[in-house]
C-alpha cells in the first residue's frame, strides 16, 4: 500500500472514531431505561434482518470452504438460525442486567458539607478485533451500549459480510431508538487494523478475541491497553475418587460439545490409581463421539492402540476432537502440570472428595477452577452476565468472562463549600470524620 492510501486509511479511522467517541458521550448521559429501550429495538432489528443475515452467512461459509478455512474457525463461523435466535435472546438478557454505570461504589463524609464519591462510569471507546465468530458482534455491541461506551468493531475478512449484516441491523436499531449509530462502528480491512491499534487518543481499551499469536501481535503493536486471552488451554483432573459416571458425561461435554470453543479441555489428566479402570471407560465414551485419543507411557500402556503424545501436546490448543492424556500420580501432579503447561484459562477436578477438590481449586492458577462440572460453563452468558466481550485470563481485575463490570471504570467526586486543605495540616490541624453514609 502506497504512503498515500495509508495516509487516507489513517484519516479515515481518526474519523471513525472521532464520530464514535462523541457518540459514546451521549450515550454515556442516557438514563438506564433508555439504554435498555435501545438494546430491545436492537434486538427487534435483528429479528427482521434475520434472513438477511442468513444469507450474508452463507456467503461467508461457502467462501471460508473455497478458502479452506480451518475447521475450528468454520465452527466459530456459521450464524444458523438457531444460534442467531440464542443470541438476540442474549441481547434482551444483557437490557435485564443492572446497570453498571452510574453506581455509587463509595459514599463518604470526609467532614461536615464535605462529600466524596466514587461513582461508576463507562470507559469510553472499545476497540475489539476478532476472528470469526459473528455472533461477537451482537454480545459486544449490546453489553457496549448498557455500559455507555462505544464500540470499534474488526471482525476478520471470513466474517465480513455476516459483520456487515449484523452492524447494519444494530445501526438501525439504534437509530428507531433515536441514539446516535456511530456509537456502533464496523472496520472491514486488516489496513484499518493496524490504524486502529494507533489510535491510543480516541480508543480506551483493545480487547483482541483470537489466536495467541493474533493476541500477541495486537500486545506487540498498540500503545492502548489490551484486555484478553491467547490459548484456551484448559484440563481435567480425574481423581482417584473420582465417580465414573459423573466424569465421563464431564469429560464428553467439555471436549465434545464445542471442540472450538476456548473452554473446552484439551488434556485429560487421570490419577495413577484410577488409571486402569478410568482410562477404557472415558477412551470407549469419547472415541465414540470421534475423539482421537494422545497419551503419555502410562496411558498407552493401559490404551495399546493410543497414539503417544509428545512434549508439545501438552501446551497446544487443538480446538479440534484431539485430546490428550497423562497419567499423574497424585493431585500436586495434576496441579503441577496444569500450572506449568494450562493457560489460566478453565480447569476443573472431578472427585467426591471434598477436601482434595478444595485443594485443586485453591492451589490452580486459573480464571476459573471447578469441581464436578464441565468447564464449557466459562461462559458470560451461562454466568448470568448475560453475554461477554470476551475471556481475560491476566491476573489483574477484569479476570475470565468479561461482562458489564469490566466495562466500566470510576471517577472521584467531592462535593464541599469553601472547604481548604489548610484546615486539616498542621499544628491545629481538624480531624477528618471519614464517616460512610447510606
Not at 15 to 21: C, E, F, G, Y
Not at 97 to 106: N, T, Y
Not at 193 to 201: G, I
Not at 236 to 262: E, F, H, M, R
Request: aromatic content about 4%; proline content about 3%.
Amino acid at each position: 500500500m502506497s504512503v498515500s492510501s495509508v495516509a487516507a486509511v489513517e484519516n479515515s479511522l481518526v474519523a471513525i472514531a472521532h464520530q464514535t467517541r462523541q457518540a459514546a458521550r451521549t450515550l454515556a448521559s442516557l438514563s438506564t431505561q433508555q439504554k435498555n429501550e435501545a438494546i430491545e429495538a436492537i434486538a427487534q432489528a435483528l429479528e427482521s434482518a434475520a434472513s438477511d443475515i442468513a444469507v450474508a452467512n452463507e456467503a461467508d461459509l461457502k467462501a471460508a470452504l473455497e478458502d479452506n478455512l480451518a475447521k475450528p474457525l468454520y465452527g466459530r463461523l456459521k450464524l444458523d438460525a438457531v444460534k442467531l435466535k440464542g443470541a438476540i435472546k442474549g441481547v434482551r438478557d444483557v437490557a435485564n442486567l443492572p446497570d453498571p454505570a452510574g453506581a455509587v461504589q463509595i459514599h463518604r463524609e470526609l467532614d461536615d458539607g464535605l462529600v466524596l464519591k466514587r461513582i461508576a462510569c463507562p470507559l469510553g471507546v472499545l476497540g475489539i478485533i476478532f476472528e470469526s465468530r459473528p455472533d461477537a458482534v451482537m454480545q459486544i455491541s449490546t453489553l457496549a451500549v448498557k455500559s455507555g461506551n462505544g464500540v470499534i468493531l474488526k471482525g476478520g475478512k471470513e466474517a465480513v459480510r455476516s459483520c456487515q449484516a449484523l452492524v447494519k441491523a444494530i445501526r438501525q436499531g439504534l437509530t428507531n431508538a433515536g441514539v446516535d449509530p456511530n456509537a456502533v462502528q464496523l472496520l472491514t480491512t486488516r489496513e484499518e487494523t493496524r490504524a486502529l491499534l494507533e489510535l491510543d487518543s480516541y480508543v480506551d481499551l483493545i480487547i483482541p478475541r483470537g489466536s495467541n499469536a493474533f493476541v500477541q501481535f495486537v500486545q506487540d503493536n498498540t500503545r492502548i491497553p489490551v484486555l484478553g486471552h491467547a490459548d484456551g488451554i484448559c484440563h481435567l483432573y480425574v481423581d482417584v475418587a473420582a465417580d465414573l459416571g459423573k466424569t465421563t458425561q464431564i469429560a464428553v461435554d467439555a471436549k465434545v460439545g464445542y471442540p472450538s470453543a476456548c473452554n473446552a479441555i484439551e488434556t485429560m489428566l487421570v490419577h495413577q490409581d484410577i488409571a486402569a479402570k478410568a482410562l477404557p471407560v472415558l477412551a470407549t465414551a469419547l472415541q465414540k463421539e470421534g475423539v482421537k485419543l494422545l497419551g503419555d507411557e502410562a496411558t498407552c500402556q493401559v490404551l495399546t492402540d493410543t497414539q503417544a503424545a509428545t512434549e508439545e501436546d501438552w501446551s497446544t490448543e487443538y480446538s479440534d476432537l484431539i485430546l490428550a492424556i497423562r497419567v499423574v500420580d497424585s493431585v500436586d501432579g495434576a496441579i503441577d502440570h496444569i500450572n506449568t503447561y494450562g493457560s489460566r484459562h478453565t480447569d476443573a477436578i472431578a472427585t467426591e472428595n471434598q477436601a482434595t477438590a478444595d485443594y485443586f481449586m485453591a492451589q490452580v492458577d486459573a480464571a476459573g477452577v471447578y469441581h464436578n462440572c464441565s468447564t464449557r460453563f466459562a461462559d458470560g452468558f451461562r454466568y448470568g452476565f448475560g453475554a461477554e466481550v470476551g475471556i481475560s485470563t491476566q491476573k489483574m481485575p477484569p479476570r475470565g468472562p468479561v461482562g458489564l463490570e469490566g466495562l466500566v471504570t470510576y471517577k472521584y467526586q467531592v462535593v464541599g463549600n469553601g472547604h481548604i486543605v489548610a484546615t486539616y495540616s498542621g499544628e491545629n490541624a481538624k480531624p477528618f470524620t471519614h464517616r460512610d453514609l447510606v
